[in-house]
């Protein structure tokens, strides 16, 4: 975890001196909300149906058990008594009062946190992979990587109105649970030959109305130039990215209008000017970050616990939970735990005040004081000795986070929809509750084996439903509210964006369309290890789609 | 009323131009001898005419719009006492990618003026960006504007202020 410095305060106490005097200017109707909104935009707080929306920052998705408790304190003294974890590792609340929210900054400011480009046009939160610093597959622990964009990224004078919101994503391991390639940056973190670490740089993917995988610009960036070449990219897009429409203001469609070779020559010509710039980064300035990062401290372990396997051997639950919710580490003894928020009649990603509390005083008890947001909308605790695994699994039993669903079914990534967004054309929190009911069998979800089923509420894609291996959009037809399926998206190294198919269902014919998605796939896999996404990839939609009409109609 | 400031205080109390006049296409409202603002096409086409226009006792400056690439002029930067960018609106933002290459690039060491859409609450990243002096939007308040320089007393990243030479700019009118 980064330790902040009093320059790093005082950064984040003048933010919060910056926007209570904005507010109240605009409160005392000296700053129009045309001329506030931006501002506003920029800490984090839209203008939603009900009441604002505050989306507070977890730099790269890394928090501490005192920042845990600060937003249940929140949740309970300015909100509802819940909070929403976001597709993007942040915290977002839903019923803060406009004139009370300089009071929350300023008491996140307390415990290091911020809302800082949280929204706007600016470049936004650094994610990354949940698993790093433990992933047995990291070849670079990509936290310091993140800071060092963090820190060049926050207030950046250049960089703060660009053509439309600009969100940056960093790997180091071998699999991407980063998606790096639908980001407008994606980093991936690597050593060549010679062991030094450099950057393969994608640039251009996203979802959206216009889903794009992204093109590698960069195979091997050596990483003293990390700043720089984002400076030349950033430069390029700031410069010549589309203003006349939002729709198509997007790097992604510079990158496919101008065709990437272009967008790459542009790129490499402004960088040849910027590369060795006051922004080049020396030894001692990762070195400096990187002495600011707590780390995990690790006992000499045997890598199995005889008395974990014994329980394994007893309890099927717990195996099963052990199946989907534990991970490898990279150090012998240890596991890393997803917490699952993906619960029946409680919406994707949201936790109230109390769990955030009672999920605070497990990280201090069994993980160090640490937890981790995924961009699934779960939780993780990275650093679990194996031998407390039972203990953890009964916890999270009785708090309900033990439900063995990663990978599953069960675990539907849904943004907040029609419930709270304005853009929302249709509900998914409704959507996604409805087939997590139709699927309520953890056997059946075991037996239809790992599928990622995304939901957005919009074209606009924060739930990701491009690559969901089914995906559900929402779509206004006629002031109704429809939803369009895609099937054989998928996320991580060979990213795909799924195919649409067919005309779009009524809401209430959405669980069954799933199910008969499920059922076609049961009847055509090969295998049992043929996942769903498999199998759209060796059939092609036809079969799915002639099922699912043949049975519409 | 126009409202022309530096990060020391107001520059201009009167016409909020600093006594530069800018030109749009009527040559006779110039006079000899006169501080001129011209657009890009016109500088570049008639830059000679226009500095005999000026002579030794005016000025030249260019005015840049969003779009205007800044190599156009990276040859003639001595030739000009003022650069202003303009800002249409305060969301976009090229404005800072064109002062940051004018200043860190070119070297540009003139007065780099914000023009248009400038509002106390962008001030603070437009100084670090390299711009020096900022005419306000008519609505802004003065007191407040120059409170903006001092929004952050620190700052994590390079910008392009660092080549402004302050001991250059001229102390408030």
């Known amino acids: 975890m980064y330790q902040y410095t009093a320059f790093d305060q005082r950064l984040v106490d003048e933010r919060v001196a910056q926007f209570r005097d904005q507010t109240e200017r605009h409160l005392a109707g000296k700053l129009s909300g045309d001329d506030f909104k931006v501002l506003r935009l920029q800490n984090g707080l839209y203008i939603q149906k009900h009441a604002p929306m505050l989306r507070v920052a977890i730099p790269y998705g890394l928090v501490n058990t005192k920042q845990v408790r600060m937003f249940a304190h929140i949740a309970r003294k300015y909100d509802r008594d819940y909070a929403h974890f976001s597709t993007r590792q942040n915290i977002q609340f839903n019923w803060p009062e406009l004139s009370r929210v300089p009071d929350i900054l300023a008491d996140l400011a307390t415990v290091q946190m911020h809302a800082i480009q949280t929204s706007g046009n600016c470049i936004r939160n650094t994610t990354t992979d949940q698993f790093a610093g433990v992933a047995p597959d990291e070849v670079v622990n990509p936290l310091v990587w993140a800071e060092i964009i963090r820190q060049w990224s926050t207030i950046h004078p250049e960089f703060a109105y660009l053509p439309r919101k600009f969100k940056i994503a960093i790997s180091g391991s071998a699999k991407d649970r980063a998606a790096t390639l639908v980001h407008d940056i994606g980093l991936v973190a690597l050593k060549n030959d010679a062991g030094q670490i450099g950057f393969r740089v994608i640039v251009g993917g996203g979802l959206g109305r216009t889903p794009i995988v992204g093109t590698a610009i960069r195979e091997f960036l050596p990483w003293q130039h990390l700043i720089t070449y984002l400076e030349a990219v950033l430069r390029v897009y700031n410069r010549l990215g589309r203003r006349d429409n939002k729709y198509k203001a997007r790097i992604k469609i510079l990158v496919k209008e101008s065709t990437p070779a272009q967008f790459t020559e542009w790129v490499e010509a402004e960088f040849e000017a910027t590369k060795n710039g006051a922004s080049l980064l020396s030894q001692h300035e990762i070195d400096v970050v990187s002495a600011r990062f707590t780390q995990p401290v690790y006992q000499s372990l045997p890598s199995d616990d005889a008395a974990t396997v014994t329980f394994t051997a007893a309890n099927s639950e717990f195996a099963r939970w052990q199946r989907r919710n534990v991970h490898a580490h990279r150090v012998s003894g240890y596991a890393a735990v997803t917490l699952s928020l993906k619960r029946i009649g409680v919406p994707p990603g949201d936790i109230t005040a109390d769990e955030l509390d009672r999920v605070a005083a497990l990280a201090d008890k069994f993980n160090q004081g640490e937890l981790r947001v995924t961009h699934e909308q779960n939780l993780v605790f990275s650093d679990i000795e194996v031998s407390a695994l039972p203990e953890l699994w009964r916890e999270l039993k009785s708090l309900g986070m033990a439900t063995p669903n990663i990978g599953l079914i069960g675990n539907i990534i849904a943004c907040p929809g029609g419930d709270f967004c304005d853009l929302a054309n249709a509900v998914s929190i409704p959507v996604a509750a409805a087939i997590h009911e139709r699927f309520e069998s953890l056997d059946y979800q075991f037996d239809i084996g790992e599928l990622d089923l995304n939901i957005s509420g919009c074209i606009n894609a924060c739930g990701h439903h491009h690559v969901g291996h089914i995906g559900i959009l929402g779509v206004d037809k006629h002031e109704e509210e429809w939803y369009q399926i895609t099937i054989g998206g998928t996320q991580g190294n060979n990213a795909k964006i799924g195919k649409i198919i067919g005309p779009s269902f009524a809401r209430a014919a959405v669980p069954d369309v799933v199910e008969n998605l499920i059922q076609t796939y049961l009847s055509l896999r090969e295998r049992d290890d043929e996942r769903f996404v498999d199998v759209v990839a060796r059939t092609g939609i036809e079969p799915f789609k002639e099922r699912v009409y043949a049975e519409a109609n | ?173």
């Open chain 2, 1 to 173: 009323m126009p409202k022309l400031i530096n990060r020391y205080g107001l520059v201009d109390t009167v016409a909020g131009t600093d006594g530069w006049i800018e030109y749009t296409g009527d040559a006779n409202a110039i006079p000899v001898g006169a501080k001129v603002l011209l657009p890009l096409t016109e500088f570049r086409e008639f830059s000679g005419t226009w500095q005999k226009h000026v002579g030794v006792n005016g000025a030249l400056g260019v005015k840049l719009s969003p779009a205007d690439d800044p190599a156009l002029i990276a040859n003639d930067l001595e030739k000009l006492a003022l650069i202003a960018i303009e800002f249409p609106a305060y969301t976009d933002g090229r404005g800072y990618s064109t002062a940051t290459l004018l200043r860190e690039r070119y070297r540009f060491i003139g007065e780099l003026r914000a023009v248009g859409d400038v509002q106390r609450d962008q001030i603070f990243l437009m100084a670090r960006a390299g711009f020096t002096t900022f005419a306000l939007r008519d609505d802004q308040s003065i007191a407040k504007s120059l409170a903006a320089f001092n929004d952050f007393s620190s700052y994590y990243q390079h910008a392009a202020d660092r080549y402004v030479n302050r001991s250059a700019m001229p102390l408030a009118a």
